[in-house]
């Protein structure tokens, strides 16, 4: 039986690992607990905290607070029931012993005294269909905007509508599954009611989860002494009278300089442009091997709709970046976190600099 909407966390978390074979698991006699017996052995009680969205800022958190609730061995078992996380906050979890399931990916992992259960249940998984408002095309650019210009401010239905060119009908639907997740908080009723960010983090977590990923690229191959160099070619493209921006982790490295040396480049154009005219406009040449510069196309064209003109901090990057366009920032991160190579450091570098400074 699929988790149901109604379910309390105790429930659909023993429902998921009834699943797993040789494990028997049920609410307990206490509020929010759990016990889990294993192959018939001793039973284990779990505690159970509900997190909707569990970011790695509230993650850390938690870890920070039990650790310093006493001695490990008078601490209860805690069970994070949540219904996704990030991979690295799954890998916090891990390496500080706390037990979590999550709902809509099947993971699980309990660690107890004499327990160790580590799996990824399949057809636990919640349906996508019956997610409304999930945070890609439309709904992301919400997201997007919330992330850009209300992260530290009240949220008022009309004026995020009109931020991000949607419907006040989709901008409602998004806020009212954002607060659903505690990802924001609801203050006052009717035309006064607005929300504020709570849970900056688990905000970036859910976009970067569901908008969607795996657009194909075109490898080309442009001469230049270093990627660096190549960053001032790519304004050429403004040849094409049309959209594009710097993406990536070449974009994510402008925000939070971590690498010692730029990454190869990866762009996107508007759709109506073939990657061959971008080629053309760089002097470059498409190739199967040894692509020094990524392009990238949609056909909603959605993610220009909040890049900006780079400005650089510093001077001495003032020449390389001249008359360069880029994604926003946490456009930029959702794009990086899970990408190859150092990406995901970059990555988490830009995270922080959004969630503790703000964007202003």
Sequence with gaps: MSPNAKESPTEWVSGILQRVEGLDAHPGSAPDSLSVTANGGRQTTFQILSIPILSQEKADELVRAWQNSGPSIDRPNRLIATQQSS?????????????????????????????????????????????RARLRDRSGLVAEILLLNFLHKEIRLIHLAKQAHVSTALASRVLTRLAGLKLLDTHGAGP???????????????????????????????????????????PQLNELNGRWALAGTAAANLYAPTLTTSPDPIIWIESRFSSRQAATALGGEIVDKGANLQVLQSKNDLVFENASLWVPTNAAADLATQNLRIISRPRAYIETINAAGRGPEVAQNLRQRIISNGIS
């Design 192 to 234: 006064h009611r607005f929300w504020k960010i709570s849970n900056a983090g688990g905000l970036l977590d859910l976009w970067a989860t569901e908008e969607q990923s795996g657009v194909p690229s075109t490898g080309i191959y442009v001469w230049s002494r270093s990627p660096q160099e190549l960053l001032k070619k790519i």
């Design 87 to 131: 991979l690295a906050t799954r890998e916090l979890l891990r390496i500080n012993g706390i037990s979590w399931v999550e709902r809509r990916t099947g993971i699980c992992r309990l660690s107890a005294p004499g327990l160790l259960v580590d799996v990824k249940v399949e057809g636990a998984k919640q349906k996508e269909s019956a997610i």
